[in-house]
């Protein structure tokens, strides 16, 4: 049996190629609430064990309510048995939680390029939490934006306008 954890940043070092593989075909799996980025970007999928034609792939959650996990562990499940896993198991893990901070530089710079303000990392003050960030257009790079709806398309986003170039745009928000 061959395990792979991932830590909040990086692949920890194991030497397998179905690891990998397994990796490469679930950053195939778009989010379905931001298709821009896989769910790997995202940072939830947080361990993988495999043994010959099982394989277990452990994801965290982005909030414990999040409507997406079904489509994510669907979309899991069909790219595996696509490419020949017949055993199959999907699990949440719900400790540590998932922080915006898991999402790669990647991620965040497809999510601008996409049209919505990356979160701005609060770190571990839960004061900084609170406090409202300062957001800048992913249009036009203005810092000079204000906020319109605490809630956008989804929970983890929210509205903002750009006073400079007056265009509304979402915002991921932090967690």
Request: proline share 8%; net charge negative.
């Amino acid at each position: 049996m061959v395990r792979l954890a991932i830590d909040s940043s990086s692949l920890l070092a194991v030497e397998h190629p179905s690891v990998t593989s397994v990796m490469e075909l679930l950053a195939s799996v778009p989010d379905p609430e931001i298709p821009v980025i896989s769910i790997v970007d995202l940072g939830i999928v947080r361990e993988i064990t495999i043994a010959e034609i099982s394989v277990m792939v452990k994801i965290t959650p982005t909030y414990s309510g999040c409507p997406a996990m079904y489509v994510i562990e669907e979309e899991i499940r069909k790219v595996l048995e696509r490419n020949g896993f017949t055993d199959i198991t999907i699990e949440k893990i719900f400790s540590p939680a998932w922080t915006t901070d898991w999402l790669s530089e990647s991620a965040k710079e497809k999510l601008r390029h996409y049209g919505i303000a990356p979160p701005v990392s609060c770190g571990s003050s839960p004061l900084l939490q609170i406090v409202l960030p300062n957001v800048s257009c992913p249009l036009c790079n203005s810092s000079e934006t204000r906020l319109t709806s605490e809630f956008g398309s989804t929970p983890c986003k929210s509205y903002y306008v750009c006073t400079s170039c007056r265009q509304p745009f979402e915002y991921l928000k932090s967690l």
